[in-house]
């Protein structure tokens, strides 16, 4: 069997791949989307480091996507790829197949006057740019989230006061199964940047609702997002965003500057000294380096207030 990108399916159980699909290795079965092995993923998260993908799927469409998980083994893990903020991948890898949603997901349109369709792999910042120029209003918080809409939905994105919970309509997914469902917005039982979308499950789809505004009034929101998020957050490093969930009655950030972590280094990782709830890579840090100083931060931090911080940002793959 060829192990070339635009030709290779994951192999069955017990060949030498140690990844299955379940169908016959025609030209009829292959998918229509681009499949790499041993794909490396530090280019394509916001840290810079990490692991390979033992296998990355960027799909033609929802349905190559859907016949693509329909006929991989059931085993075989499979996780979806964002624009790679909010995430540590371990620099051992991530086994099975990481999914990525190429510009085919990436679309956004209003379909009426308060409600835009969006899909998957579109960033926040074209979802609020569009619903700007539609004069939909309540959705301005996405620009400042540096994520798409699969993660929006999955993780109950927020910021400013706002979260997805609040604008979302529906959403497709396509199951681990292969199976197409659209799923209302109260079947995932929102709670704190968390969402019990089914495990395995990928975001192809959004709707949102917003009100009517005005274009001026909203571009005017959006800048003073823009201006607010440039001053106070470590923008043009190479972070992971926010690094812990705020607790009850808490802000992450003031936990750890009060615990002495400004400025603390672990190798080339650093908690950001303008905001203590990034964590930065200064050029040479290991994954290992950063989840590290993350677990160092929490450490102190229970010590000296008794609070456990939970992290917000996904940890995925293998130790090296």
């Given at each position: 069997?060829?192990?070339?990108?635009?030709?290779?399916?994951?192999?069955?159980?017990?060949?030498?791949?140690?990844?299955?699909p379940s169908r016959e290795h025609n030209a009829g079965s292959r998918p229509e989307g681009r499949l790499t092995p041993q794909a490396p993923l530090a280019p394509l998260v916001w840290f810079k480091?990490?692991?390979?993908?033992?296998?990355?799927?960027?799909?033609?469409?929802?349905?190559?996507?859907?016949?693509?998980?329909?006929?991989?083994?059931?085993?075989?893990?499979?996780?979806?790829?964002?624009?790679?903020?909010?995430?540590?991948?371990?620099?051992?890898?991530?086994?099975?197949?990481?999914?990525?949603?190429?510009?085919?997901?990436?679309?956004?349109?209003?379909?009426?006057?308060?409600?835009?369709?969006?899909?998957?792999?579109?960033?926040?910042?074209?979802?609020?740019?569009?619903?700007?120029?539609?004069?939909?209003?309540?959705?301005?918080?996405?620009?400042?989230?540096?994520?798409?809409?699969?993660?929006?939905?999955?993780?109950?994105?927020?910021?400013?006061?706002?979260?997805?919970?609040?604008?979302?309509?529906?959403?497709?997914?396509?199951?681990?199964?292969?199976?197409?469902?659209?799923?209302?917005?109260?079947?995932?039982?929102?709670?704190?940047?968390?969402?019990?979308?089914?495990?395995?499950?990928?975001?192809?789809?959004?709707?949102?609702?917003?009100?009517?505004?005005?274009?001026?009034?909203?571009?005017?929101?959006?800048?003073?997002?823009?201006?607010?998020?440039?001053?106070?957050?470590?923008?043009?490093?190479?972070?992971?965003?926010?690094?812990?969930?705020?607790?009850?009655?808490?802000?992450?950030?003031?936990?750890i500057d009060a615990a002495g972590c400004r400025g603390l280094r672990r190798g080339d990782a650093q908690v950001s000294e303008k905001h203590c709830n990034f964590l930065l890579n200064l050029g040479?840090?290991t994954s290992a380096d950063i989840e590290a100083l993350g677990e160092e931060v929490r450490a102190k931090v229970k010590a000296h207030s008794g609070v456990t911080l939970e992290w917000e940002i996904?940890?995925?793959?293998?130790?090296?």
């Amino acid at each position: 069997m060829s192990l070339e990108a635009t030709n290779c399916v994951p192999a069955k159980a017990g060949t030498q791949s140690g990844l299955p699909p379940s169908r016959e290795h025609n030209a009829g079965s292959r998918p229509e989307g681009r499949l790499t092995p041993q794909a490396p993923l530090a280019p394509l998260v916001w840290f810079k480091a990490g692991g390979a993908a033992e296998w990355l799927f960027e799909p033609k469409d929802a349905e190559d996507l859907a016949a693509f998980l329909r006929d991989l083994d059931p085993t075989v893990p499979v996780m979806a790829l964002g624009l790679g903020s909010n995430l540590i991948v371990r620099d051992g890898g991530v086994p099975g197949v990481i999914v990525r949603l190429g510009k085919a997901f990436a679309r956004v349109e209003a379909i009426d006057a308060v409600t835009l369709r969006c899909g998957g792999g579109a960033s926040g910042i074209l979802v609020s740019s569009t619903a700007r120029d539609a004069g939909i209003a309540g959705v301005e918080f996405l620009r400042s989230i540096p994520g798409t809409v699969g993660g929006f939905v999955r993780m109950n994105g927020g910021a400013y006061g706002r979260e997805t919970a609040e604008i979302l309509v529906e959403c497709e997914v396509v199951l681990r199964s292969g199976k197409r469902r659209v799923l209302a917005a109260s079947d995932l039982n929102y709670t704190y940047r968390h969402s019990e979308l089914p495990e395995g499950a990928i975001v192809v789809s959004a709707t949102f609702r917003g009100q009517p505004g005005e274009p001026a009034v909203i571009k005017a929101e959006m800048d003073r997002i823009a201006a607010e998020r440039e001053a106070s957050q470590p923008l043009r490093s190479r972070t992971g965003g926010s690094t812990f969930k705020n607790p009850d009655g808490y802000k992450a950030w003031a936990l750890i500057d009060a615990a002495g972590c400004r400025g603390l280094r672990r190798g080339d990782a650093q908690v950001s000294e303008k905001h203590c709830n990034f964590l930065l890579n200064l050029g040479g840090a290991t994954s290992a380096d950063i989840e590290a100083l993350g677990e160092e931060v929490r450490a102190k931090v229970k010590a000296h207030s008794g609070v456990t911080l939970e992290w917000e940002i996904q940890r995925v793959g293998a130790a090296k």
